[in-house]
């Protein structure tokens, strides 16, 4: 734990001495804002219109019409924006031969892995904490249900867990960053697409990959419900992937 | 303290190192010899537990490198070929780093960081980002962070790399000085320097161990014949035929006009002799002396007796 720790500051200290770390929650921001304010504007415009024709907004739904579309964006933003997080993660490490530090030093691999992973996770919390202005002010002026405001919450953490779990994996197979960042946007958005594959395939393997799609178990969080099965699903994928990739790493050291 | 048997290593076809032993006792200071490219990375990053070797076996103080790597890694500090640093990092917080994660506690880290930066003279530079050092200084900070937690053995892959003469000789002082106290191995394909700072030489060509042994040894055993150098004021082929014709000799030959390199059988003593050649013919005698074969031609000699072998 404390070794882990160790790790996940120096790691947290970089990012917020460079640059990316402050370009890329700006964009963040920005893109959430924006969609955020547009999501609220017509939400507003229709709550309007149905006052107009129908003498009240019943049927509308604060929760359903603006937190649940604001969360389906910001996962997809967080689709874009984690890789380019993760990308450094070991490949700069690998690069500028300071891996050999960390292998050199009586510290478990597992624990190299946990506290990237533990740094990562920090990075894209603070980022989502930065946004949840957004919330906080719908909070403040509505009166949504505050239950599936904090699964959704929850929701996208893990989805985030799963994004950074890949994005780890991708930057221990190189030391070139870009590659890193391809590489690890490419498996993210094929798992977030893998469940279009069902309607071609039969109802078995149809199910196994709509099973497998990233964005399927996120419904549940978004309507309020915890269920084990989507949480199972987040978990081990987290898992399996920090799992490829301490088998990435330990496998490196025997070529 | 630290045992090799028959360690190999190979990087896919590639044989890097060829069942190489050797042993170093307490308190040792080992230099490793060897072109490029010999193996002198590889044995020292499978010494400190990186990489694990392909076959054979290495014990540090008792401990399997690969069985118990973890027990090692406490043990040693390491200075790769490329210093592990940070770019991006203020140098007194890349050291307390280095010193949290070689398990220094983190009320002993201050101290251990202030100390390793009096030893390395890193006061000025304590506060600035590592990026922006001199390769000098980045190198100290390499040697620093090898240093931080006080290890037993400290193996250093060239630890004066790219430094100026004079940061060299600090250096070359700062690891005399923790000769006393520690283990050490270093590399270097720089001479002088494993002269200076080594008792031992294990030579290292081609990925397998070519000589092992003190320096005066070396030499001597290297030395089947004796060697003069001659000067002189004229430079004509005429003085080589005669210096060829006396005997003994085995070989002559000019280095620059007037300088004369002259090969002899062991103990010929014919030091009288040339004088008075040289005399004799007014060649105009500046300089006669026996020259000692340096560490230089040793390594050559070894590296190119293995080729040649081949």
New interface residues.
């Given amino acids: 734990m404390k070794?882990m720790w160790?790790i996940a500051k120096?790691d947290l200290?970089?990012f917020f001495?460079?640059p990316v770390f402050y370009s890329l929650t700006t964009v963040f921001l920005i893109l959430n804002g924006f969609i955020f304010f547009n999501i609220l504007n017509f939400f507003s415009l229709q709550s309007f219109q149905a006052q107009q024709m129908r003498g009240g907004g019943a049927g509308l739904n604060l929760n359903e019409m603006v937190f649940e579309p604001s969360f389906h964006n910001m996962a997809v933003i967080l689709l874009l924006v984690i890789p380019l997080i993760t990308m450094r993660s070991f490949a700069e490490e690998k690069k500028?031969?300071?891996?050999?530090?960390?292998?050199?030093?009586?510290?478990?691999l597992v624990e190299i892995i946990a506290g990237k992973f533990l740094a990562c996770m920090i990075v894209v919390g603070l980022m989502i904490l930065l946004s949840a202005y957004s919330t906080g002010y719908l909070m403040l002026i509505g009166q949504p249900e505050t239950g599936p405001v904090i699964t959704g919450y929850l929701g996208i953490l893990l989805m985030s867990g799963c994004y950074v779990s890949m994005g780890l994996f991708a930057s221990s197979l190189t030391d070139n960053q870009i590659i890193a960042a391809v590489i690890s946007f490419g498996l993210a958005l094929f798992m977030w697409i893998i469940g279009w594959g069902a309607q071609a395939s039969g109802s078995g393997l149809g199910q196994l990959l709509e099973y497998l799609s990233l964005i399927t178990h996120l419904e549940h969080f978004l309507k309020g419900l915890i269920s084990s099965s989507d949480l199972v699903y987040y978990l081990s994928f987290i898992f399996f992937g920090l799992f490829l990739t301490h088998r990435v790493l330990e496998s490196s050291?025997?070529? | 303290m630290i045992e090799v048997e028959q360690l190999s290593k190979s990087y896919g076809p590639r044989e890097a190192i060829k069942g190489l032993s050797f042993q170093v006792e307490k308190g040792e200071v080992v230099g490793f010899l060897g072109p490029n490219g010999a193996g002198k990375s590889t044995t020292m990053n499978i010494l400190s537990c990186i990489m694990p070797a392909s076959s054979g076996t290495a014990k540090i103080c008792g401990f399997d490198v690969f069985e118990q790597s973890l027990e090692i890694r406490k043990l040693i500090g390491y200075l790769p070929e490329t210093p592990p640093l940070y770019a991006d990092m203020v140098v007194y917080d890349y050291l307390a780093f280095a010193a949290r994660l070689r398990n220094v506690p983190l009320k002993n880290t201050q101290s251990a960081v202030e100390q390793v930066i009096e030893k390395c003279s890193l006061k000025e530079v304590s506060e600035r980002i590592i990026g922006r050092l001199s390769k000098g200084y980045q190198q100290r900070v390499g040697i620093a962070q090898a240093l931080v937690h006080n290890p037993d053995i400290l193996i250093l892959d060239e630890p004066t790399i790219g430094l100026d003469p004079i940061q060299i000789i600090e250096i070359r002082k700062l690891i005399q000085e923790l000769a006393l106290s520690h283990t050490i191995i270093l590399s270097s394909h720089i001479l002088p320097e494993i002269t200076q700072i080594c008792k031992r030489v294990i030579i290292i060509s081609d990925g397998k161990i070519a000589a092992v042994d003190s320096l005066e040894a070396l030499t001597t055993r290297l030395r089947k014949g004796e060697r003069l150098l001659l000067k002189v004021r004229q430079s004509s082929s005429e003085i080589l035929e005669k210096l060829r014709g006396v005997e003994k000799v085995n070989a002559v030959s000019e280095e620059q006009p007037g300088q004369f390199t002259i090969d002899c059988e062991p103990n010929a003593d014919i030091q009288d002799e040339i004088a008075q050649l040289s005399l004799n013919n007014k060649w105009g005698i500046v300089e006669l002396k026996p020259a000692s074969m340096t560490l230089e031609d040793v390594f050559l000699k070894l590296t190119l007796e293995e080729n040649e072998a081949q």
């Fill in positions: 070794n160790i120096k200290g970089s001495n460079s500028s031969k300071t891996f050999a530090l960390l292998l050199s030093s009586p510290i478990h050291r025997w070529r």
